[in-house]
């Protein structure tokens, strides 16, 4: 396992490797989110078409296919909130590796589902991220398994900057990036790419108000826990790890602004994204829009985009969002 925080050159490297394997997914034109806005043009980076239905792809293969022959040769295992699990169960799939997953009890069923659907062992373990880790680890090292990280791993940061390589080619009057905020990995590689590219760039960490642990330990200028709470965004729950290595520092380094936004805000941007744009996100996934809809850029851009991360969500729930049903 590579030590070393990652740079702009691994993600370059990354992109070498991913190329077959992952898709280069189109920018939507979003002219509803620039009018409430007042941005001249928002544009949706939309990873729900990476075939395991998020960007995690990215990072899941990268490292997959960085990890020794013998741990291939075992096997890999995860602890995930379900979208990182699936792009793992998908990438080991892809090798013809033999994947174990774990999830706490928080994950829900259909995302549990998901990962079985693709040949991949699930475990159910405790009732947080925090103790699904510890039973993936405790997996790896009592079987020799390849452990694979949700976020805090350079293989992992640098599969995920692939996506901001693509943005800052694709769209090269950028100004503004808004980035769905969990555990950090996607912020620390497209912001590690975007700003080798574009130093200017805004980079704007977006999380909910509930249960935003990369918020509070940037503010807390360490890592913190905070507790976990059901939301939306399931896909953003979860800490950091008290022992985060990687990760707060990039985004301590790299953002420039953070912002957080409600559970009504969230069913809001669904049902707005749904609406006007035609998609189906989950939560997680719509959190950059939510704040759009808010009117203004924060920092005042005027060409933004935002990340649509992932579309993994119940079907029946989904549809209660949009039908404006009440999500307290
Ligand atoms: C994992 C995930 C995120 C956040 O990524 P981090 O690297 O944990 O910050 C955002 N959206 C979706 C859909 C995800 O699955």
Request: hydrophobic share 45%.
């Amino acid at each position: 396992m590579a030590a070393e925080p990652p740079t702009a050159l691994d993600v370059y490297r990354a992109r070498a490797r991913l190329r077959g394997r992952v898709a280069h997914t189109p920018l939507l034109p979003a002219p509803r989110l620039a009018q409430l806005s007042g941005a001249e043009q928002v544009l949706l980076k939309l990873e729900t078409l990476q075939p395991s239905g998020s960007f995690k792809l990215r990072g899941a293969t990268n490292a997959l296919l960085c990890l020794d022959a013998d741990a291939l040769q075992r096997g890999v295992v995860t602890a995930s909130t379900g979208n990182h699990g699936r792009a793992v169960a998908w990438a080991a799939r892809a090798a013809g590796v033999a994947c174990t997953v774990c999830l706490s009890s928080l994950v829900p069923e259909h995302k549990a589902q998901a990962v079985r659907d693709r040949g991949a062992a699930v475990v159910r373990a405790g009732s947080d991220q925090n103790a699904a880790v510890t039973e993936a680890l405790r997996l790896a090292s009592e079987h020799g398994l390849g452990y694979i990280p949700p976020f805090d791993h350079p293989d992992v940061i640098a599969g995920q900057g692939t996506l901001g390589l693509e943005l800052l080619e694709d769209a090269t009057e950028l100004d503004t990036l808004l980035i769905p905020l969990s555990g950090g990995g996607l912020l620390a590689g497209v912001a590690l790419a975007a700003k080798t590219i574009n130093p200017a760039l805004h980079i704007v960490g977006v999380s909910p108000e509930r249960g935003a642990a990369m918020i509070a330990s940037l503010a807390a200028k360490h890592p913190v826990d905070v507790p976990e709470e059901p939301t939306l965004a399931d896909s953003l729950g979860g800490g950091i790890g008290l022992d985060n290595r990687y990760t707060f520092a990039l985004a301590q380094q790299l953002l420039d602004d953070v912002v957080q936004v409600s559970e009504a805000e969230i069913a809001r941007a669904m049902r707005d994204l749904y609406c006007h744009e035609r998609l189906v996100t989950e939560g997680a996934a719509a959190v950059g829009a939510a704040v759009l809809a808010r009117g203004g850029v924060p920092g005042g851009g005027r060409r933004v985009a935002t990340i649509i991360t992932g579309n993994n969500v119940d079907m029946e729930h989904f549809t209660r969002i949009v039908n404006g049903e009440s999500v307290e």
